[in-house]
C-alpha cells in the first residue's frame, strides 16, 4: 500500500484554477504534498501547493514530464493532454480519471455517442465534423435543416473545449447559425424539460461508490451558468431514486475513480436523461463543504488516493449561489458589499483568489446553509441581490 503521508509520496493536479484551490484545503488537512501544473503564473493554486509549475496543460512534453515528478496524478479540468496521461499509465504512474475515461468525456460527441451505445437515456443529437467535409459547419447545419434532417430550436455544443457555458448556444433562427464557428459539434434537440438537476457519484481505486444527494440547478439565461445550486432538490423521492440510478448507470460503465457529476433533465413526462458528465469536483457539489459530512473535495482525494470513502448525507439543508463578474466590468476585482452579506444567518462566502474580474468570470461562491430549505432559497436570492463582482 502507497504511504500518502510519508515524505516521499507526491499528489499532482492537472489544473490550478478555484477547483484546485479547494482540492488543496483538503489535502492540507490530510499533510499530503502537492504539486500543481496550470497555464497561469497567477491560478488560484500557485501560492498555496507544495510545488507550482506553469505550462500548457494540452501540451504533450509538459503533462508528460509533470506526471513524472508525482506518485499520483488527478484533474481539476478536463482539458488536458490524453495521450501523455496514457504514456503515464504505462509507465507506472497512478492517473484518476484514467486517460480512457477522459478521451470519452472530453469530446461531446464521443460522450453522446457513448450514451447511445450502452443505452443511457440521453437527448436525440446530430454530429458536425469540418474534417472530413469542405463544407463550413454552418453551412452542413443549414442544409440539414432545409431537407427537414434538423428542427429549430435547438442545441449548439462544441465537442471539446466547452464548459461553464461557453460552447454551447440556443439556436432560435437560421441567423444565428451564421456565426457559429467551424469546429466539430454536436446539435441536440431542445428538450422541455421541467428541472436541471445532477447527482454527484463518488468511487474510489477498488470500485466501491457513494452517492450525493439529488441536487438541483437554476441557470442564468443568458450565460447558460449555474446560478443557484439547491440540495435536496425539491422532487418526489421516487424521481430522484430515478435519478440516482441513471447516475450509477452511467458511472459504473465509465468505470471512473474520484468523483463524477451526473447532469440530468427531469422531462415533462417525469423522465430522466443524461445531459453530460464531468470527471472530476463540479459547481453543482459545492454546497457540501458545508453542508455535507464529507464534502466533495475530500471525498475526491479518499477516491484518487484509495481510501475508505466518506459519509455523503446532508447535515442540514444548503444552497449554493455562484459569484460571478458583472457585466459591463473588466479589471481588479472588487467585491462589493461583502460585509452586508456576511450579516445574513449561515451565509458563508468563499473567494476563488482570482486577481481580475470578466463578465460572467466565475470568482467565488456563497452557500446558505438553514434547516428550511425555503427560507434559504429567500436568503440566496438576497444575497445573489446584495453582493457585486465589480473592478474600479
Known amino acids: 500500500m502507497t504511504h500518502y503521508y510519508s515524505s516521499d509520496f507526491k499528489l499532482g493536479i492537472l489544473g490550478g484554477g478555484q477547483l484546485g484551490r479547494m482540492l488543496l484545503t483538503e489535502t492540507q488537512k490530510f499533510d499530503i504534498y502537492t504539486c500543481v501544473l496550470d497555464n497561469s503564473i497567477d491560478a488560484p493554486c500557485a501560492s498555496i501547493c507544495n510545488e507550482f509549475y506553469q505550462g500548457n496543460l494540452l501540451d504533450y512534453d509538459t503533462v508528460y514530464k509533470f506526471g513524472k515528478k508525482v506518485d499520483t496524478l488527478t484533474i481539476e479540468i478536463e482539458n488536458v493532454n490524453v495521450d501523455a496521461l496514457e504514456q503515464l499509465e504505462k509507465e507506472g504512474v497512478n492517473v484518476y480519471p484514467s486517460s480512457k475515461t ?10 453522446k455517442l457513448f450514451y447511445t451505445t450502452h443505452n443511457i437515456p440521453t437527448a436525440p443529437f446530430s454530429r458536425f465534423d469540418y474534417h472530413n467535409n469542405k463544407e463550413p459547419v454552418s453551412s452542413q447545419i443549414t442544409n440539414a435543416i432545409k431537407q427537414n434532417l434538423l428542427t429549430l430550436p435547438f442545441v449548439w455544443k462544441s465537442a471539446q473545449f466547452g464548459y461553464d457555458g461557453m460552447g454551447v448556444k440556443i439556436v432560435k433562427s437560421l441567423s444565428d447559425i451564421k456565426n457559429l464557428p467551424n469546429v466539430e459539434c454536436i446539435v441536440e434537440d431542445l428538450v422541455p424539460f421541467k428541472n436541471e438537476l445532477a447527482v454527484i ?46 447516475a450509477l448507470k452511467v458511472s459504473q460503465i465509465f468505470e471512473h475513480v474520484g468523483i463524477l457529476a451526473v447532469e440530468l433533465f427531469l422531462t415533462q413526462n417525469d423522465e430522466i436523461i443524461v445531459n453530460e458528465v464531468a470527471p472530476r469536483t463540479h459547481n453543482s457539489g459545492h454546497y457540501s463543504i458545508e453542508a455535507s459530512y464529507t464534502n466533495q473535495f475530500e471525498q475526491h482525494i479518499r477516491a484518487v488516493l484509495n481510501l475508505p470513502l466518506g ?13 460571478v463578474g458583472e457585466e459591463g466590468y473588466t479589471g481588479k476585482v472588487i467585491y462589493k458589499n ?25 470568482m467565488g461562491h456563497v452557500t446558505i446553509v438553514n434547516k428550511d430549505l425555503n427560507k434559504a432559497r429567500q436568503i440566496a436570492e438576497k444575497v445573489k441581490k446584495t453582493i457585486r463582482v465589480i473592478s474600479n
Do not use: W
Not at 449561515?346 to 473567494?351: A, D
Open 201 to 246: 457519484i463518488a468511487r474510489n481505486v477498488n470500485g466501491n461508490v457513494k452517492t450525493y444527494p439529488v441536487v438541483e440547478m437554476e441557470f442564468h439565461p443568458e450565460a447558460n451558468q449555474v446560478e443557484y445550486v439547491i440540495c435536496p432538490a425539491r422532487i418526489s423521492q421516487e424521481i430522484a431514486k430515478k435519478a440516482e440510478n441513471v
Open 102 to 111: 477522459l478521451r470519452i468525456i472530453q469530446n461531446k460527441a464521443s460522450q
Open 338 to 362: 461583502m460585509d452586508a452579506i456576511l450579516k445574513m444567518k449561515g451565509v458563508i462566502p468563499h473567494i476563488y483568489g482570482k486577481k481580475v474580474t470578466k463578465p460572467f468570470r466565475k
Open 311 to 323: 459519509d455523503t448525507s446532508s447535515k442540514v439543508n444548503g444552497i449554493m449561489v455562484n459569484l
